[in-house]
């Protein structure tokens, strides 16, 4: 990829790259990067080249890493679990206490700017008031901060992944108050809405599972659960073993989980897909709905798991990415990454800052 663009950025917790390529896609020269994880840091190397340090953010000097270059952004994703909803949600999770180690880089480079990346849950739940207080804090020593909550289908991507970024620009690059970063940020992210393609959309493109577009396929065996737990929606509740739940084809995916590459791989039909077949999920659903007896044994091989590259497509991944490590590894990588599309969007933002964009200037005296 080519780095050779207008502003300086260091990336932390950078996974896969997935916020990487959405941020060097909008204009931003990409210094060092960092995570703990091996096969991520492999898998970034093999895109990216080896800017990457592997290790934790403790025991490293980005001072040293920049070399002395000045940073205009810095960006990342902390890790999320002991925030999300489908964790332990605790307080304590070491990994809770990472996302202060990133303001400890931001206070230490004094970019013009910072991105911040997480769930949802820790931008809205009393649970993590005073985590949001205590980064709010921190952000506004020497920045304006914005707290935004984005769903990645309202910008191409094509899967329900609701994420909150906190945005802060330096005093000296945005004049105005936080309040007014905030209507500015959003106005500027609704200018960039765009509609994504459906699920059977990108399967069609890729082709049948085990075909030459579309190989790397889920081992996991899909079979009746023996107690369903129903909801409404047939795409809800669990018809089947394990928490991989089916995808509506003519609609988006739910969010793909880190935990992909068994039997918590989301569920497609096939023959729906492909031959245009009544939808055996929603078939299924309303035979139980009305009182049926749930089936045995083993599903239709009809029904199958997303494959490695259908989920490089609905994170909007470029086609030709290469993934490092195992597949359950490709699997862990895709499910942790910040869809590079989403990024984009709100890199776009950022670097219509730092460039003197009007849109984003506001002509008042610092508070």
């Given at each position: 990829m080519d780095r050779r663009n207008a502003f300086s950025a260091v990336s932390l917790f950078s996974g896969a790259g997935g916020m990487d390529i959405g941020f060097a896609n909008a204009g931003f020269n990409i210094l060092f990067a960092n995570d703990i994880d091996p096969d991520a840091c492999a898998t970034y190397r093999l895109n990216h080249g080896d800017s990457i340090a592997q290790a934790s953010l403790l025991s490293i000097n980005p001072l040293e890493l920049v070399a002395g270059r000045a940073v205009d952004l810095v960006f990342g994703g902390p890790?999320?679990?002991?925030?999300?909803?489908?964790?332990?949600?605790?307080?304590?999770?070491?990994?809770?206490?990472?996302?202060?180690?990133?303001?400890?880089?931001?206070?230490?480079?004094?970019?013009?700017?910072?991105?911040?990346?997480?769930?949802?849950?820790?931008?809205?739940?009393?649970?993590?008031?005073?985590?949001?207080?205590?980064?709010?804090?921190?952000?506004?020593?020497?920045?304006?901060?914005?707290?935004?909550i984005l769903n990645a289908s309202d910008y191409g991507v094509p899967q329900i992944r609701e994420r909150m970024f906190l945005i802060g620009l330096h005093k000296e690059v945005f004049a105005g108050s936080d309040t007014e970063l905030q209507n500015m940020i959003e106005a500027a992210l609704l200018a960039q809405v765009r509609k994504p393609r459906t699920v059977a959309d990108i399967i069609r493109d890729l082709g049948r599972a085990g075909t030459s577009g579309n190989s790397r396929t889920c081992a996991a065996k899909i079979t009746f659960a023996r107690a369903p737990i129903m909801r409404k929606s047939p795409y809800a509740g669990m018809m089947f073993n394990g928490a991989g739940r089916p995808l509506p084809p003519s609609k988006w995916a739910t969010t793909l989980p880190a935990s992909m590459g068994g039997n918590k791989t989301p569920i497609v039909d096939e023959a729906e897909i492909f031959d245009g077949e009544e939808s055996y999920i929603e078939t299924y659903h309303r035979h139980l709905m009305a009182g049926g007896e749930?089936?045995?044994?083993?599903?239709?091989?009809?029904?199958?798991?997303?494959?490695?590259?259908?989920?490089?497509?609905?994170?909007?991944?470029?086609?030709?990415?290469?993934?490092?490590?195992?597949?359950?590894?490709?699997?862990?990588?895709?499910?942790?990454?910040?869809?590079?599309?989403?990024?984009?969007?709100?890199?776009?933002?950022?670097?219509?800052?730092?460039?003197?964009?009007?849109?984003?200037?506001?002509?008042?005296?610092a508070e």
């Open positions: 890790p999320c679990q002991g925030f999300s909803v489908a964790g332990k949600m605790d307080p304590d999770d070491e990994r809770s206490q990472l996302i202060h180690s990133f303001f400890d880089v931001v206070d230490l480079l004094q970019p013009k700017a910072f991105v911040c990346e997480n769930v949802k849950a820790l931008a809205v739940l009393t649970k993590w008031q005073s985590v949001r207080n205590a980064l709010f804090a921190r952000g506004r020593k020497a920045y304006r901060i914005a707290l935004i749930p089936r045995v044994g083993e599903a239709p091989k009809r029904l199958r798991r997303l494959t490695i590259d259908e989920c490089i497509a609905v994170q909007t991944f470029p086609a030709n990415y290469r993934l490092a490590g195992s597949r359950s590894a490709q699997y862990r990588q895709l499910g942790n990454a910040v869809p590079p599309l989403l990024a984009e969007a709100v890199a776009r933002v950022v670097a219509g800052a730092l460039s003197g964009d009007a849109a984003l200037q506001v002509p008042v005296a």
